[in-house]
């Protein structure tokens, strides 16, 4: 079992009083199509994204529209990676029902697989590293069985901890500049969580909620924090990608020409949105695409593994 964590119980909401709607015009980034495109993240001079279910990993251009190049295959689920610090070519993944290493020749090495032997089917989603480097990433159930995924990190040591059970569809995570501030999402729920952590030791405290979602707003997906300590967050469902204030008040709205947006991502001045033509009988001309629009707001660049 994972430590407990003390939960905060008062209430917050999405408010959406004011008219915060944005009217950035999103274009599509690539013209190839992901089941389930997740995982977008500045690396370098590049984007990188997977597209979970066929376990591939791509790089994309920043300047330039284009479907990139292929980095990885995997025959199992690939949640989203980092790069390694101090290794070139090589990313540490969650991946399958744990993480591990992806070499530069293709190879893949276990850390460790945590959700082996659940007798309930589980598989990664989404994951980031912290600024001290520290990896996290989320495990869920295929059958959507309440309660049965965990939030995991892993240290520089190699060390895989359990930080949190009791969770759903784990998304995000995404933390704040200075390593304090760790939110996530429970999709299945609605809600997105804020955590106080200590970025010495990287444990999570004070849970409480942060924003929760009518059911007809889509549910909260990948995240990321900008510049100015903003979240923005991608909604699946709901066509949409919202900015919030630390204090959890919408900020913007910005309508996305896809069903099913999952990860956000900011560069120069530029949001990228990854999204998911999965389950869709009749897909619109730009779900599954990675999309692009001008925002004027950046984000700092993904955080490399520590991994000694």
């Given at each position: 079992?994972?430590?407990?964590?003390?939960e905060?119980?008062?209430?917050q909401r999405d408010?959406p009083?004011?008219?915060v709607t944005?009217?950035?015009?999103?274009?599509?980034?690539t013209?190839?199509r992901?089941e389930?495109g997740?995982?977008l993240?500045?690396?370098g001079?590049?984007l990188?994204?997977?597209?979970i279910?066929?376990g591939?990993?791509t790089?994309?251009d920043t300047?330039?529209?284009?479907d990139?190049?292929e980095?990885?295959?995997?025959?199992?689920p690939?949640?989203a990676?980092?790069?390694v610090?101090?290794?070139?070519?090589?990313?540490?993944?969650a991946?399958?029902?744990?993480?591990?290493?992806?070499?530069?020749?293709g190879?893949?090495a276990?850390i460790d697989?945590?959700?082996?032997g659940?007798?309930?089917?589980?598989?990664?989603n989404?994951?980031?590293?912290?600024?001290?480097?520290r990896?996290?990433f989320g495990?869920?159930?295929?059958?959507?069985?309440?309660g049965?995924?965990?939030?995991y990190?892993?240290?520089?040591?190699?060390g895989?901890t359990?930080?949190?059970?009791g969770?759903?569809?784990?998304?995000?995570?995404?933390f704040t500049?200075?390593?304090t501030?760790?939110?996530l999402a429970d999709?299945a729920?609605?809600?997105?969580?804020r955590?106080?952590v200590?970025p010495?030791?990287?444990t999570?405290?004070?849970?409480r909620?942060?924003?929760r979602?009518?059911?007809?707003?889509?549910?909260?997906d990948?995240?990321?924090?900008?510049?100015?300590?903003?979240?923005?967050v991608?909604?699946?469902?709901?066509?949409?990608?919202h900015?919030?204030?630390?204090d959890?008040?919408l900020?913007?709205r910005?309508?996305?020409p896809?069903?099913q947006?999952t990860?956000?991502a900011?560069h120069?001045?530029?949001l990228f949105?990854?999204?998911?033509?999965?389950g869709?009988d009749?897909?619109?001309?730009?779900d599954?695409?990675?999309l692009?629009?001008p925002v004027?707001i950046?984000?700092?660049e993904?955080?490399?593994?520590?991994i000694?």
């Open positions: 079992m994972s430590p407990t964590i003390e905060n119980t008062m209430p408010r009083e004011a008219d944005d009217k950035a015009v999103f274009r599509a980034w013209s190839a992901r389930l997740e995982g993240r500045w690396v001079d590049r990188v994204t997977v597209d279910l066929a591939t990993l790089a994309l300047r330039t529209p284009g990139g190049r980095l990885a295959r995997l025959d199992v690939l949640g990676v980092a790069p610090a101090g290794r070139p070519g090589t990313w540490l993944a991946a399958g029902t744990g993480v591990a290493l992806l070499g530069p020749d190879t893949v276990w697989r945590p959700e082996d659940n007798p309930v089917a589980m598989r990664v989404d994951g980031v590293c912290d600024p001290a480097g990896f996290w495990t869920m159930p295929y059958d959507g069985t309440a049965a995924g965990s939030l990190r892993v240290d520089a040591d190699g895989v359990r930080v949190l059970d969770l759903t569809v784990p998304n995000g995570p995404a500049a200075d390593g501030t760790l939110y999709s729920r609605g809600l997105i969580d955590f106080a200590d010495t030791t990287g999570p405290a004070d849970r909620p942060f924003v979602l009518p059911a007809d707003a889509g549910s909260p990948g995240m990321t924090v900008d510049d100015a300590g903003h979240l923005w991608a909604l699946w469902g709901g066509a949409a990608v900015r919030y204030t630390p959890g008040t900020d913007r910005l309508r996305v896809a069903d947006p990860s956000p900011l120069d001045g530029r949105v990854a999204t998911a033509a999965h869709l009749a897909p619109r001309d730009h599954g695409r990675v692009a629009a004027g950046s984000a700092p993904a955080v490399a593994a520590i000694t």
